[in-house]
């Protein structure tokens, strides 16, 4: 079974560009998470997705943050302008269905500088 | 105060140690809880969950303490691929949104 794919791994921007990233998650999970972890602390959660309904968004700097999971499926994120403090590693992850019983698994992440 | 806190460490034990982590929460409704670990630049990945009469996976034991708010692992017999960060993490009931701890870095040394 493939696992949660993010893209692009790695990304290098100027602060006040715009960067996005794309997750696709386990195949038949219909939730799914957009979390930012910063060096040396643990993932914290941007936005949970139940199938295309964001259900949590609560901690996503909206002023210039941004996500869509159109279809239940894919999902992006966006920064918009990026700011220096935006340098973290942004991952997704997705389950089966919802409740605290289902396992979590996370993709590689995105790794962004801004500079 | 943070919702999940952890020892960041790092913890630096030889091969063959005995070691121990532990999490407090602050959140008492907090009703499921995890261990994870994440490697160098890696993805964090599920190593067990914790239930409430603890529970035990080959040389690895989580208990729970939900008096004192507290789970912990164990790591007996550690080997060098055990080194990673053990990141801590918990949920409430029905909740499928996990809160991590900031994860205790651990070396094993040859």
């Known amino acids: 079974e493939a696992g949660v794919v993010q893209s692009p791994r790695y990304k290098i921007i100027e602060k006040k560009q715009p960067v996005a990233f794309w997750c696709n998650p386990i195949s038949g999970h219909n939730t799914l998470y957009w979390y930012r972890q910063n060096l040396g602390q643990g993932p914290e959660l941007l936005i949970r997705?139940?199938?295309?309904?964001?259900?949590?968004d609560s901690q996503l700097p909206k002023d210039r943050f941004s996500a869509e999971r159109l279809k239940g499926v894919d999902s992006t994120l966006k920064i918009q302008p990026a700011e220096l403090g935006d340098s973290a590693v942004y991952l997704c992850?997705?389950?089966?269905?919802?409740?605290?019983?289902?396992?979590?698994?996370f993709g590689e992440g995105s790794w962004l500088t801004v500079v | 105060r943070k919702e999940v806190e952890q020892d960041p460490g790092p913890f630096n034990v030889p091969e063959g140690a005995t070691v121990a982590f532990n999490c407090t929460y602050s959140n008492s409704a907090s009703q499921s809880f995890f261990w994870y670990r994440q490697d160098c630049r890696k993805e964090p990945k599920l190593l067990m969950s914790v239930y409430s009469s603890g529970n035990e996976d080959g040389r690895f034991t989580a208990q729970l303490n939900r008096a004192s708010q507290y789970i912990s692992l164990l790591i007996r017999d550690s080997k060098l691929s055990d080194s990673a960060t053990y990141l801590c993490a918990v949920s409430k009931q029905g909740a499928q949104k996990l809160v991590f701890g900031q994860g205790t870095r651990l070396t094993i040394n040859p």
């Open positions: 997705y139940e199938n295309e309904e964001a259900v949590d």
């Open positions: 992850a997705s389950s089966r269905g919802t409740g605290g019983g289902n396992t979590i698994y």
